[in-house]
């Protein structure tokens, strides 16, 4: 494994895997897992890898892939009413480079990360049981896409897991989102503290550590907010309305993105 992604090749790959590739400058990665032929199921919003609906994409679109106006005859296009897609590997990568999410890692190589949503303390079910999942969403929906609660990571984890969070209003199971939200929270838990340290190096030093910590504990590896529950369960509780999980309004919010 690397200190920031585990960089794997073709040749590797076994059905049940969730990968990722980071898009242009790092900023993001998209996930999806490996179901063998040589094709990936992963979670989009409408067939779009990312977005918000909101001032938030002006940072985003640079990393985007360019994608070619001719559909590819090897990719599925999303069903009507959700954003789970099937595409040949190639289109997923877009250009990326492949790494593969690594599960059942320990406290150690996990806090070693720089970067979330490369791995996980928690264990993956067998992959043919992931690859079932991943099956079943890509006919059934996973609900609508949420940059911050449901997006392609959340969506990768649970095949691999069948964990979910149970309370749909805190963060979903994404490292990803939890290092965006970790950041500055780092840095506003560290600003107290500023008083008990002696110079900037002590002030980094516990910036880090507690941004270390966040992801620790927001790992779906160590809550305890989340249940086992089965894709059958899931699309019924989202088809009843038991679980509801909505776009992010932050149009309201345009003097917080910079």
């Keep these: 494994m690397g200190l920031l992604s585990n960089r794997i090749g073709r040749s590797s790959l076994k059905p049940g ?89 320990s406290p150690a190589v996990f806090l070693a990360k720089a970067r979330g949503g490369t791995c996980t303390l928690a264990v ?25 609660k449901n997006n392609c990571e ?6 691999k897991t069948g964990l979910l969070v149970v309370d749909q209003s805190t963060m979903g199971q994404s490292g990803q989102a939890v290092s965006i939200i970790g950041g500055p929270l ?13 110079n900037v190096y002590g002030m980094v030093a516990t910036a880090v550590g507690v941004y270390c910590a966040s992801r620790y504990a927001a790992d779906i590896g160590m809550r305890t907010d989340v249940m086992k529950v089965s894709a059958e369960d899931l699309t019924t509780r989202l088809t009843t309305g038991l679980l509801q999980v909505v776009e992010p309004n932050l149009a309201a919010l345009p003097a917080t993105v910079s």
Aim: proline share 5%; glycine share 8%.
């Design 17 to 105: 895997d969730h990968i990722y590739s980071w898009r242009a400058a790092y900023i993001y990665a998209h996930h999806g897992i490996y179901i063998g032929d040589n094709k990936v199921i992963h979670f989009t919003r409408r067939g779009q890898e990312v977005g918000t609906g909101t001032i938030l994409d002006h940072i985003l679109v640079s990393s985007i892939p360019n994608r070619s106006p001719v559909p590819c005859t090897n990719c599925t296009p999303p069903s009507e009413g959700h954003g789970v897609v099937s595409s040949c590997l190639d289109c997923f990568l877009a250009g990326g480079i492949l790494y593969r999410f690594e599960y059942a890692v």
């Design 124 to 148: 993956s079910d067998p992959d043919d049981i992931v690859v079932r999942r991943a099956n079943y969403l890509l006919t059934n929906g996973f609900g609508c896409y949420n940059v911050f």
């Design 154 to 159: 959340d969506f990768t984890i649970y095949c």
């Design 186 to 198: 780092a840095a506003v838990m560290s600003t107290p503290l500023r008083l008990v340290t002696t």
